[in-house]
């Protein structure tokens, strides 16, 4: 199609796409789409592909009010709760991952924001991976000041993870306990303490094609290059659980227009893999470059083994993208 055609070479001379650009593509055919935006993912970030696992270091009783979210207080999921695990299972965790050739292991814990306290103890687990494991150390660690993420960086973490989950205008609907802008300033307030930032959301919130795009658009004027892309699994007892599953079709296109919005960012898929068939498979070949591996906070996830297999044979090599 000659629409898709023009706005891939705009995006290939290193221009950026408007957003009715990007909404154009949202109408296009899907294959002629994907394949345009493997070719700009490989233009840009070659067969590299970054893939993480996760540990949920701190589970359950969340003050904030996610309407998505099984930790939060508000509903009742049967998530388990627990407070901030010791360093010993931390980095028992890091080193099972490591062994089996992740090269990025990311902390997470429940709530809006770790204390200092709690802080003190995930910088001592973080020193302690890195004098003794070769992984990255990513955290995800809440809303937290400038001041408090450069000791997370000074004890050797080198990204911080903050979902935006949504666009500015879709955010309210979301979640009231905290508000876009607190995301934003917390994205910000890392970036100046020196870390590199991992930021997207949740599709199938009940956001529209063009929230999808606006939040795609605030990643790309914050300068996010790691984007996980979320596919939301309805959990039973919150406001969600009745919510339409996404489909394999609508997860490609999402991917791929996200690769015409930001070309070099290591495109994620997260949450919610397990809930297509293919395991990701068709994004992987639709502009996609990364995912998240093993288990996920709440869910079941895949195994490392499996996901590396799938990764190589489709011509990927895993690395560490976008530092």
Known sequence: MELIKQIKEKVLKEEQITKKEALALYDTPLEELSIAADEIRKHFCGNAFDICTIINGKSGRCPENCKYCAQSAYYHTGAGEYPLLGKEEILRQAKYNADRGV??????????????????????????IKSRIKIEVCVSFGL???????????????????NLETSRRYFPNVCTTHTFEDKVNAIRAAKAAGLAVCSGGIMGLGETREDRIDMAFTLRELGVKSVPVNMLNPIAGTPYEENPRLTAADMRRIAAVYRFILPDASIRLA???????????????????AAISGDMLTTSGYTIESDLEMIHRLGYREALCNE
Not at 104 to 127: F, H, K, P, Q, W
Not at 271 to 289: I, Q, V
């Open 144 to 162: 937290l000041t400038k001041e408090q993420f450069e000791r997370v960086k000074e004890a050797g973490a080198s990204r911080v993870h903050n």
């Open 271 to 289: 949450g919610g893999r397990g809930l297509l068939e293919d395991k990701g498979k068709s994004c992987f070949r639709s502009g996609a470059n």
């Open 103 to 128: 090269l990025r292991y990311s902390i997470v814990t429940s709530g809006r924001a770790l204390g200092d306290l709690e802080i003190d103890a995930m910088c001592d687990a973080i020193r302690e």
